[in-house]
């Protein structure tokens, strides 16, 4: 089944510690993107990439890294999560720019 | 800049069509999209439409776009309780020559459909 998978599900995670959340496609599609999702302000994107190794920021990519070493892997990385980093994360890839997005089933995370 | 505005509540009586709003500010618009979120899911693509467009139908779903006034609707046909969810409006930019796969969305619609 065509899909994109993230891990985990739920986190609820301290702050100053490090976290790592997976996304994986096997659509073999060449772009990849992060949205954080915040009630009334609907989605705003963290990071993209078009390809392996190209990256790029988003609208608010303050706090996180990511990374493209493969095509179908897109971890988002937070070096140190704060209380304004609690959101539902969504991973997406798209085989072209245009075409639109296929969505991850999310990641609510919680920083105390 | 890139602005995406929608109206954030919409309710309507099963059977009824429903008609969601969304209003852009860029004018580079390439594709513009409808995506759904039922609760605890994530996003579904419904539709889409080239810039170039002004109408797309898709079996109960009937997208219009305006240019002029920078507005796109997405009608619902006979809506029924299963189609009660947030609908998201997005665009993407092209940024000379290319949106690179950025979408700027709105802040949702919640749909409620009542029997």
């Known amino acids: 089944e065509a899909q994109v998978t993230q891990n985990p599900r739920y986190l609820i995670t301290v702050t100053g510690k490090k976290l790592t959340v997976t996304c994986s496609q096997n659509?073999?599609?060449?772009?990849m993107s992060w949205y954080r999702q915040d009630p009334g302000l609907g989605l705003r994107q963290i990071y993209y990439?078009?390809?392996?190794?190209?990256?790029d920021k988003g609208d608010v990519p303050e706090g996180y890294k990511v990374s493209r070493k493969e095509k179908r892997n897109f971890p988002l990385i937070l070096e140190s999560p704060s209380p304004n980093q609690t959101s539902l994360y969504f991973c997406?890839?798209?085989?072209?720019?245009?075409?639109?997005?296929?969505f991850g089933s999310g990641t609510r995370l919680t920083v105390v | 800049g890139e602005d995406v505005e929608q109206s954030l509540f919409l309710s309507v009586r099963e059977g009824d069509s429903s008609v969601i709003n969304c209003t852009y500010t860029?004018?580079?618009?390439?594709?513009l999209y409808w995506y759904k979120q039922e609760p605890g899911a994530g996003l579904q693509l419904l539709t889409y439409i080239f810039s170039n467009m002004d109408m797309k139908q898709d079996q109960r779903l009937t997208v219009l776009l305006n240019k002029k006034d920078k507005h796109l609707s997405l009608r619902i046909a006979d809506t029924q309780t299963g189609d009660s969810a947030i609908y998201f409006c997005?665009?993407?930019?092209?940024?000379?020559?290319?949106?690179?796969?950025?979408?700027?969305f709105g802040q949702g619609t919640i749909l409620t459909v009542h029997p």
């Open positions: 990439s078009m390809n392996v190794e190209v990256t």
């Open positions: 997005a665009e993407s930019i092209d940024a000379g020559g290319t949106s690179y796969g950025k979408l700027t």
């Open positions: 659509m073999n599609h060449e772009y």
């Open positions: 997406a890839s798209s085989q072209t720019e245009n075409y639109g997005y296929t």
């Open positions: 860029d004018s580079s618009s390439t594709y």
